[in-house]
């Protein structure tokens, strides 16, 4: 259950930051209080649908493309075990992603591929 904590946190952070009370913001947007609760506390998935995701985003008042906006949707995705869709789109980007998986188990990757891969990330 610890997977979905981080969106959940986010979720509720973001929330907070509408000034709204759970209960305010379920009832302001006719949502069920026991299943934002459940999100916000970890203990159900983030939406699995891009639709509701977004609406969710809108009604959290996330500016889109925004730090907070890619945030939200990346946290989703990572609790999902997913690589964000707007990555899977860039090819190049993903033959990269093995060094990344690398480098985040600790095995050493030559600093040029390194390097290729900052620059890639940077230009997408």
Known sequence: MDTFVGFGEFFKKMRMKTGLTLRQFCMQNDLDPGNISKIERG?????????NLEKYADLLKLKKNSDDWYTFFDLASACSGKIPPDMMDNNELVQKLPLVFR???????????????????RRS
């Open 43 to 51: 203990l159900a998935p983030p939406p699995s649908s891009k639709k």
């Open 103 to 121: 480098t985040l188990r600790g095995q050493s990757v030559p600093p040029d591929k390194l390097d290729e891969l900052i620059k890639l990330i």
